[in-house]
């Protein structure tokens, strides 16, 4: 694993910037944020193309904190309704940063935390992060014990999330990478092919993104993906739930439950061939086609503009705490729980 001085924190931290590799995929991830920093994989010509967004220095992953590019969400991804959240019948107040709405944990999001590097457990092909959140951090209860594990595989990537806390509490984490299959910094991802496996979503009161509490048929809506479609194809239809958030930024409810990492997402670059599956043993997920973003300059000068990047964040469905879900990302006091992501790479050469 090649280690390389990547900048510093206000706080005179130091940050490193820490590669694996094989003949595959080359995967650099920070301690700041235990952030996956680029994913190199080869295109069907063979060239290494890098295929997530991200920033050339420290500073600006530290002043940039809305776009969350490759970084670790915790203790809870996504929205919480007026950041208000009952764990075993007491309320806990988190800091709003979304209008009223707690989004990603508020300001102050593990994506922007310094993490340890836990050496005793370095792996050949893998690195584990780790971060000790004290009680009532981000306004949760509980001293949580988190740690980010990412590990090569032959053909991609793993990412672990192990979460362990002394108190009941909420743990939600999910990695926010945006990825352009074309590689990073090349335009639109409107052209890439998306098939998502899931046959329910959970549609948005209004623009701020909170779920209803309901869950809607995926059928004969722009949010069918079962049969692989271009993420663009439909997305400027006049539907009422794309307009509210100017393109996808909705959570899905995945099929196969419980089934470890299954593939229930693949997508293809257009251009570059380049063909990613993800796997999770996560309930849901967010896919979210990069709506917000506006000229924020990336990695070697790169603009990336609305829908140059897209994601598909694993997690538990957004507020369910807060609407009665079944499944809510609740942990039990020195229980340790762990979440797997896979993102598996291959190439197509198929016209499309
Ligand atoms: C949310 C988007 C948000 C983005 C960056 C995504 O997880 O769903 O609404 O703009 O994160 O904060």
Redesign the pocket.
Known sequence: MKEQLFGKTADDKHIYLYTLENSNIKATVSNLGATLVSLLVRDKTGNWLDVVLGYDDVQQYLENT???FGGT?GRN???IENALVAIEGINYRLPAN?GENS??SGPDGFQIRFWEVLKSNERQNGIEFELISPDKDQGFPGELKMTVIYELTDSGLTISFKGKSDQTTIFNP?N?SYFNLNGQGSGTILNHLLSLSADFYTPIKDSR?IPTGEKSLVAETPLDFRMAARIGQRINEPFEQLRL?GGY?HNFVLKKLGEGNEPFAKVIGDKSGIVMEVGTDLPCV?F?SG??LQHEIGKNQAIYNERDGF?L?TQYT?NGMNHGEERVPVIYPNHEITYRTTYNFSVSSDIF
Do not use: I, K, M, S
Request: with cysteine; aromatic share 14%; proline share 5%.
């Open positions: 809305n776009t969350y969400v991804a996504n929205r979304e989004l990603h999910t926010h993104g958030t930024d967010q979210y709506n917000f994601c964040e957004p």
